[in-house]
Structure formats: structure tokens, C-alpha cells
């Protein structure tokens, strides 16, 4: 059974810092590239970062980009995002997810909530 499971999510204040987690499970992590995307009530979910299998390319919205950093550990089939410099427009449901490279994600985790305040 394949699992995708966030954490590190949690309140902090703009300027704060956090850093998030996947570990996965049920699947070969080195055969998957890797993303984080993230949704707010109303909205549609939104791309924020990925990073390929062999993590030697990674990919940024331009809104994160320079504040939020993506990289994966292969030893512990886990990828994080580190968040840097957040801002309240960062406050959303963030989700991690696999894809085998055509650019659809074919697992999807449970989602982890980020709450930045003014």
C-alpha cells in the first residue's frame, strides 16, 4: 500500500521558518520525481516546488521562489520542503506527491496545514 505522509506543518509568524516532510512508503522513491503543492479554501490547489528522481533538478512557483527550498533523502524515502521567509499568503494545505515523470502525480498524501500570521 503506498503512503504519503506530511508533517512539520504549524502556526508561525511572517518571517518565520518551517520545514516539511513526506516520508513514503509502498513504492520505489528513486524511481518517482517528487512535488509539494498546497490549497486554500476556495482555491484551486496550486504547484509550489518538485524535484526530480535523482534530486539533481528541482523547480519553483515563482512565488516561492528563493524562500522555499525542496530536497530528498534516499536513505529515509523522504522528501521536505524547507520554508523560509514565510509570508501570511503562504498559509494553505500543503501536500506532497509522487509522479513517474509525466508530469502527473500519481500519489497524493493526506495534506498538512500551515498557518503563517501577520
Known amino acids: 500500500q503506498v503512503q504519503l505522509v506530511e508533517s512539520g506543518g504549524g502556526s508561525v509568524q511572517a518571517g518565520g521558518s518551517l520545514r516539511l516532510s513526506c516520508a513514503v512508503s509502498?513504492?520505489?522513491?528513486?524511481?518517482?520525481?517528487m512535488g509539494w503543492f498546497r490549497q486554500t479554501p476556495g482555491k484551486e490547489r496550486e504547484f509550489v516546488a518538485a524535484?526530480?528522481?535523482?534530486?539533481?533538478?528541482?523547480t519553483y512557483a515563482d512565488s516561492v521562489k528563493g524562500r522555499f527550498t525542496i530536497f530528498r533523502d534516499s536513505a529515509k524515502n523522504t522528501v521536505y520542503l524547507q520554508m523560509n521567509s514565510l509570508k501570511p499568503e503562504d498559509t494553505a494545505i500543503y501536500y506532497c506527491?509522487?509522479?513517474?515523470?509525466?508530469?502527473?502525480?500519481?500519489?497524493w498524501g493526506q495534506g498538512t496545514q500551515v498557518t503563517v500570521s501577520s
Open positions: 506527491a509522487a509522479s513517474l515523470g509525466d508530469s502527473s502525480y500519481n500519489y
Open positions: 524535484i526530480t528522481r535523482g534530486g539533481r533538478s528541482t
Open positions: 509502498g513504492l520505489s522513491f528513486s524511481r518517482y520525481d
